[in-house]
């Protein structure tokens, strides 16, 4: 067991994120452990990851490809946690395409956990925005059984988005 991966399981977030910044070298391991399937710590890993980086980090940005297709087949934990970080780099060519396709699954899953929809929900707003032409497909994914099984807040939540967009 590696000293992070002691530290994802034994401490406190606060603890975790002041270690990562006082060892940079070990910034690498945690992308490559937010990438993976070795659990808990790759749940873990891409939850502190999101804390740790700035917007458009390049650290993190490099692996957009790589994180976009690890969401595929994880925990919904680490899948909310993978989502949260594409939101906050810059995405664009195919990466961007093979992201919008996989947030549209997520978000279309209605039995999935709603912090998990919303998330990939955020993603494909991100996307939209950058990408007008896409627009259009927005009335389809906010049609009311999109929405039924969301918990209040997540609904709340992205009821405020889609008037927003005026969509409705």
Not at 5 to 13: N, R
Not at 30 to 44: F, H, T
Not at 113 to 130: G, Q, S, T
């Amino acid at each position: 067991m590696t000293e992070l991966e002691h530290l994802l399981t034994h401490a406190h977030k606060a603890k975790m994120v002041a270690w990562i910044e006082a060892h940079p070298e070990n910034f690498e391991e945690m992308i490559q452990l937010a990438l993976s399937d070795k659990l808990p710590y790759s749940w873990r890993s891409a939850w502190l990851l999101w804390d740790c980086m700035e917007p458009n980090d390049p650290r993190v940005s490099k692996y957009a490809i790589e994180l976009t297709e690890a969401i595929k087949g994880k925990a919904d934990n680490q899948v909310r946690e993978l989502f949260k970080i594409l939101q906050m780099i810059y995405i664009d060519g195919e990466a961007e395409g093979k992201l919008f396709d996989i947030a549209v699954e997520y978000w279309t899953k209605i039995n999935k956990k709603p912090a998990v929809r919303l998330n990939a929900f955020k993603v494909i707003l991100k996307i939209v925005e950058k990408n007008p032409e896409l627009y259009d497909e927005l009335s389809f994914l906010v049609e009311e059984h999109y929405l039924e099984d969301l918990s209040p807040g997540v609904k709340h939540s992205i009821n405020k988005m889609i008037k927003t967009l005026k969509l409705t």
